[in-house]
């Protein structure tokens, strides 16, 4: 069984979504496990990785997602298992899975789980899998990293694959200027991936789903994608004369005794409305919000703290985005040299 650890310098370099997308491309049977969960998902009394549940629902893996992680707390994994008996716990996970090949997702970053002889090269040691290294961000903290990996870093024992360098603003200056550098540091170049805004957005949803927010109307807007935000702190007319108000797709956050606000919203290219400070608007605009199907979105905190949790927001692959799941394969497909790992 090939296993093909897939790990990053740094959170959020796109690691799911990268496997989804070169899953989608291979079309043959894998496994997968996330040794240590670092995303911790609580639904039905059950404790799962997110990350570990979306692959498991995307390709309808037989594994259940409980058992893709051996734990998620530093401490309790420290107390059942020591280096050999981790290393033995990991090949049974990954015989287990079946398939042709295993794909073996590392922590939020290089050294998370270290302690624990979980870390991303203490995994591809174990495993004799062969290691994928996702970069993300601007060109100069991408060279940093590789540069400190192969001048501060033990790779003995450690199969590298390759490095996936992702979320690029201008992929073609990117090869062009820094190709050979990194060659030159003994990482093969596996492949540049572009920036794609549509894998930033997120829908009314997923929204809903991570703010418990409680649903008033609209419901069968609830698939909207949200591509603008929008904070509704001013009377409508002036809201109106703002450019940004004008853009598609926008979430308007404002509260619910703003009627002014909400119906202009409603009136407007708006995918969902998010309602602060627990106040339920009149029963006129909740009418006017299900004939728009544009979800009214009930939250109790107010204005301020609610678009700070939404700015704060990562925009997490769901088993839902269809559209983004495919774009993930096709720019797999044309920026990855699949052949190559």
């Not at 690691?15 to 996330?34: D, E, H, N, R």
């Not at 309790?76 to 298992?81: S, T």
């Not at 920036?195 to 997120?202: A, D, G, N, P, V």
Request: hydrophobic share 40%; glycine share 10%; proline share 4%.
């Amino acid at each position: 069984m090939e296993r093909i650890v897939v790990a990053s310098m740094k959170r959020s370099a796109g690691k799911t979504s990268l496997i989804v997308g070169m899953a989608k491309v291979l079309g043959q049977p894998f496994s997968y496990i996330k040794p240590f969960g670092d995303r911790l998902f609580y639904r039905k009394k059950r404790l799962w990785d997110y990350d570990s549940a979306l692959v498991t629902q995307i390709f309808g893996l037989a594994s259940d997602p409980e058992e893709m992680s051996i734990g998620f707390d530093h401490a309790k994994v420290r107390y059942m298992y020591d280096e050999r008996s981790m290393k033995e716990k990991l090949l049974d996970m990954i015989e287990g899975g079946g398939g042709e090949r295993a794909f073996i997702e590392a922590g939020t970053d290089l050294c998370y789980g270290a302690s624990v002889h979980l870390d991303a090269l203490s995994l591809a040691r174990q495993t004799g899998g062969r290691m994928i290294l996702v970069l993300s961000g601007d060109e100069g903290p991408v060279m940093d990293d590789l540069a400190f990996l192969k001048r501060s870093m033990d790779l003995r024992g450690v199969s590298m694959a390759g490095v996936i360098v992702n979320k690029t603003a201008d992929r073609e200056d990117f090869e062009k200027t820094h190709g050979t550098e990194i060659a030159s540091l003994g990482f093969p170049l596996l492949g540049v991936v572009p920036f794609r805004r549509e894998l930033t957005y997120i829908t009314a949803r997923t929204l809903a789903e991570r703010l418990f927010v409680k649903i008033i109307a609209g419901e069968e807007g609830l698939g909207n994608v949200i591509r603008n935000i929008f904070i509704g702190a001013m009377n409508a007319h002036a809201a109106q004369r703002d450019p940004l108000f004008r853009k598609e797709g926008k979430l308007l956050i404002t509260s619910g005794d703003r009627s002014d606000m909400i119906v202009a919203g409603l009136e407007s290219d708006t995918a969902g409305i998010l309602i602060t400070n627990n106040i339920v608007p009149p029963p006129n605009i909740i009418a006017r919000s299900s004939e728009r199907k544009i979800p009214l979105l009930l939250v109790s905190e107010d204005t301020f703290q609610v678009a700070r949790q939404v700015d704060c927001f990562e925009p997490l692959l769901t088993r839902g985005d269809g559209e983004k799941i495919a774009l993930m394969e096709n720019l797999v497909r044309e920026y990855v040299s699949m052949e190559n790992i």
